[in-house]
């Protein structure tokens, strides 16, 4: 498996030479189509992994590098989806979705000539999630995982090799939750993107990821990483199993260790 992300030997320090140092010596590798979870103790520096990937903040030491190229600079081949979907109020469902297609060039281009094509394929993408027929609706005639399942489309909508989910289901009940997870299982299932997953839930992070990476508390490194053992497609009912918790309290143990030697 080729690696689309590449991350050797980073260093990132926040507020000048005397500043936070949030990462050091941070290296791994995600293949293209795989799925990997980023886990570890509060403020361990995973947000700054995803800053770095994305090209939102370029490291003093070391490369990141992502599909083949040196990230110097916010790249385009990323979509990404926060906690917080952050929709556009005076923006319908649909709109919302379709907003960085105005802001990716390539897509940018074609988009007043070709808007029939776009608007199809993303009520395509909300029949995907379960949102058929809410394209017309606004934000707030939306429940919170019906925004968050927006969101996600939004993300997917220019065809990102990558995506780059940061805690994107914190905020919802545990129903919700677990039907978010079944959803981008689906998603990635389906359309083959290579995903990176930062969450705090490691259970989340067993269910969908091929690979967990565990990291250090700051400044974050990369202490462990696991390949998951469990065949896909995965059923909400594998979290019962005996293997299943095995592996949640493994990696919580780690986490537990890493926030101790801190």
Same mark, same amino acid.
């Not at 980073?10 to 799925?35: I, P, Q």
């Given at each position: 498996?080729?690696?689309?992300?590449?991350?050797?030997?980073?260093?990132?320090?926040?507020?000048?030479?005397?500043?936070?140092?949030?990462?050091?010596?941070?290296?791994?590798?995600?293949?293209?189509?795989?799925?990997?979870?980023?886990?570890g103790p509060s403020g361990c520096g995973k947000s700054t992994l995803m800053k770095l990937v994305t090209g939102l903040q370029v490291p003093q030491g070391g490369t990141v590098i992502v599909a083949g190229k040196q990230v110097t600079e916010p790249i385009s081949i990323v979509g990404m989806a926060f906690q917080n979907p952050t929709m556009l109020p005076w923006r319908t469902?649909?709109?919302?979705?379709?907003?960085?297609?105005?802001?990716?060039?390539?897509?940018?281009?074609?988009?007043?000539?070709?808007?029939?094509?776009?608007?199809?394929?993303?009520? *395509?993408?909300?029949? +995907?999630?379960?949102?058929?027929? #809410?394209?017309?609706?606004? &934000?707030?005639? $939306?429940?919170?995982?019906? @925004?968050?399942?927006?969101?996600?489309?939004?993300?997917?909508?220019?065809?990102?090799?990558?995506?780059?989910?940061?805690?994107?289901?914190?905020?919802?009940?545990?129903?919700?939750?677990?039907?978010?997870?079944?959803?981008?299982?689906?998603?990635?299932?389906?359309?083959?993107?290579?995903?990176?997953?930062?969450?705090?839930?490691?259970?989340?992070?067993?269910?969908?990821?091929?690979?967990?990476?565990?990291?250090?508390? *700051?400044?974050?490194? +990369?202490?462990?990483?696991?390949? #998951?053992?469990?065949?896909? &497609?995965?059923? $909400?009912?594998?979290?019962? @199993?005996?293997?299943?918790?095995?592996?949640?309290?493994?990696?919580?143990?780690?986490?537990?260790?890493?926030?101790?030697?801190?």
């Open positions: 498996m080729a690696d689309l992300v590449s991350i050797e030997n980073v260093d990132m320090r926040y507020g000048g030479a005397a500043g936070t140092l949030a990462v050091s010596g941070l290296s791994l590798k995600v293949g293209k189509g795989e799925f990997a979870a980023v886990v469902t649909l709109d919302n979705i379709l907003l960085p297609l105005e802001i990716v060039e390539r897509h940018r281009r074609r988009l007043r000539s070709q808007r029939k094509e776009y608007v199809e394929k993303a009520e *395509r993408l909300l029949e +995907i999630v379960g949102l058929e027929g #809410v394209g017309s609706k606004y &934000p707030w005639q $939306l429940s919170g995982g019906m @925004q968050q399942r927006a969101n996600l489309c939004r993300a997917l909508i220019h065809e990102p090799e990558l995506l780059m989910l940061d805690e994107p289901f914190g905020a919802l009940d545990a129903f919700t939750r677990e039907e978010l997870w079944c959803v981008i299982r689906d998603l990635h299932a389906a359309q083959g993107v290579t995903i990176i997953l930062v969450t705090h839930d490691l259970r989340e992070a067993v269910f969908l990821a091929d690979r967990i990476f565990v990291m250090s508390a *700051r400044p974050g490194r +990369i202490l462990n990483e696991h390949r #998951v053992p469990f065949e896909r &497609p995965r059923d $909400l009912e594998i979290m019962y @199993q005996k293997s299943f918790n095995d592996m949640v309290h493994e990696l919580h143990g780690e986490i537990a260790k890493a926030r101790v030697t801190a």
